[in-house]
């Protein structure tokens, strides 16, 4: 039974987040499970690097699918991408897999971006894709803050109420904010994050953009480790999975 690789990207406005939800609510993972039903007759579970959240996009999330049949990769990937003409998802590529190797369980770093929109217009071409803020943001400042956040801590500051994981503990790898032309650019690596952990660093590093917040200010948040030390949450469609690393 070949196990198949697939990188997919996404537009996470019409989606109930990856995982499927049930009838009713439209998720990537049963957009691609039922294009890969309507290709190959299987009916299958995909397993996936991470779940992003309703209304989150993403650019390199993978997955992978165990078929009965030996396709071709280039099969499967033409094949899907013909099934999901009218969804937001695409295949961007396909390969065969070892036996052994997981979408999840094999990953070693998770990547994301959070974009910011700062101008005074509002998004016209990208509405849904970008956080608007209007008020000028001090992206040095941002990314000075953001430093104290790399490395080994207990981010119970940072995590949704709802987070099932096991601890609070985690390891950031990479966190950075730079400006590019109209846009503001958070990006952060770690093997895995908490369940809205990078949206709360992103609202939380705005405040400091905006003068509402100190370097210090972020610091003492993450010291306190207390949900209700964070600044506010970003929202979900400025985020993007953007790769995973294995």
């Known amino acids: 039974m070949p196990r198949y690789r697939l990188t997919l990207e996404y537009d996470g406005t019409a989606f109930h987040g990856y995982q499927a939800q049930g009838p009713g609510l439209p998720s990537v993972q049963e957009a691609v499970e039922t294009a890969i039903f309507a290709f190959s007759g299987e009916r299958i579970r995909l397993q996936a690097a991470g779940r992003t959240d309703t209304g989150v996009h993403a650019t390199g999330q993978v997955v992978h699918a165990d078929l009965e049949k030996d396709w071709p990769a280039r099969t499967v990937l033409n094949a899907l991408n013909a099934h999901l003409i009218e ?3 695409s295949v961007l590529d396909a390969g065969i897999a070892d036996g052994d190797w997981h979408a999840r369980f094999s990953a070693t770093e998770r990547r994301y971006l959070y974009r910011i929109l700062n101008r005074p217009a509002p998004p016209a071409l990208d509405k849904g894709k970008v956080w608007h803020l209007r008020k000028p943001l001090d992206v ?3 990314h000075a803050a953001a430093q104290d956040l790399v490395g080994h801590h ?3 500051t940072f995590r949704d109420v709802q987070c099932q994981a096991s601890s609070p503990v985690k390891t950031l ?15 952060f690596a770690a093997r895995s994050f908490l369940h809205r952990q ?3 660093m992103a609202g939380t590093l ?3 953009g905006a003068g509402r917040w100190t370097r ?6 993450l010291d306190a ?3 209700t030390a964070c600044g506010p949450v970003a929202p979900a469609h400025g985020l993007y999975l953007t790769g995973v690393g294995y």
């Open 154 to 156: 207990d981010f119970t």
């Open 206 to 208: 705005a405040e400091v």
């Open 198 to 200: 990078v949206r709360s």
């Open 173 to 187: 790898d990479h966190a950075a904010v730079s400006r590019v032309g109209e846009e503001v650019h958070l990006t």
């Open 225 to 227: 480790r207390d949900r």
């Open 140 to 142: 040095e400042a941002m």
């Open 87 to 89: 969804q937001a998802v």
């Open 216 to 221: 210090h200010d972020v610091k003492a948040a």
